[in-house]
């Protein structure tokens, strides 16, 4: 069937979405895709969702790629044209209304095609901790367990902060340096913990009830300590 856009996020809104987004490789396609989150399962909006052929934005009407309930961890719009955000400081959301992301997609659609971005730069990690901390991350850890059975050099970072704020910041980031050693960047962000268990601990703040304060140079002397030793990929 045939939709219209605002029918569409109408009903995602209505399921409870805090956020709607169209991925711009879809549509610099000439596709439209939807990612949204909605907590738990909602076979109704995915029936609706899956009955969908096209999707009619303004003048256009475009084939529907297809639909993504992403993580908490994924709520963001890099990459991305924002078609609907909650006011949601959990999730580092600026409110935009149904109406301006409506607009969103039609500048999008009638400007010159938008390639997304890939991250391209290297940055030394302490660099990179400081200013995510500075930009309200509590806390950042190595995730062990996905370090040490990566067959790449990857350095899986999990950060406590707003997914959506967080997402900005390392949107142009590829890799980090450590000393000598660079690796890929993996980056999770999330709103629950925070907590250090099977984690190097690499940034604390000393406002988090429970959890002792880590600074950022007691953090870099942590992993150091960590990469040097037996089970490092770089050892």
Known sequence: MITEITTLVDR????????????????NNDRIGVLYHVVGSDESLSEFL??????QVGEETLPFEGHANVLHSDVHFV??????????????????????????????????????DDPSKTVDLERLINQLAAEGAVAIGLEKSLFELGETQELPLKIHMPPAHGAEIVSSVASVRVGDD????????????????????????????????????????????????????AA
Do not use: W
């Open 182 to 233: 660079t690796f890929d960047l993996a980056c999770q962000f999330t709103i629950h913990g925070p907590e250090f268990g099977f984690k190097v601990p690499l940034y604390a703040s000393d406002s988090i009830l429970g959890l002792s304060p880590v600074t950022v140079d007691e953090g870099m002397s942590n992993l150091e300590g960590y990469l040097s030793g037996p089970q490092s990929p």
């Open 50 to 55: 899956g009955d969908i052929e096209e999707v």
């Open 79 to 116: 990459n991305r044209v924002p078609i609907f955000a909650a006011n949601d400081a959990h999730l580092g959301l600026e409110q935009i209304p149904k109406e301006d992301g409506r607009d969103n997609l039609h500048q999008f659609l009638n400007g010159s095609p938008d390639h997304t």
């Open 12 to 27: 995602i809104v209505e399921a409870g979405s805090p956020f709607i987004a169209s991925p711009k490789e879809s549509l």
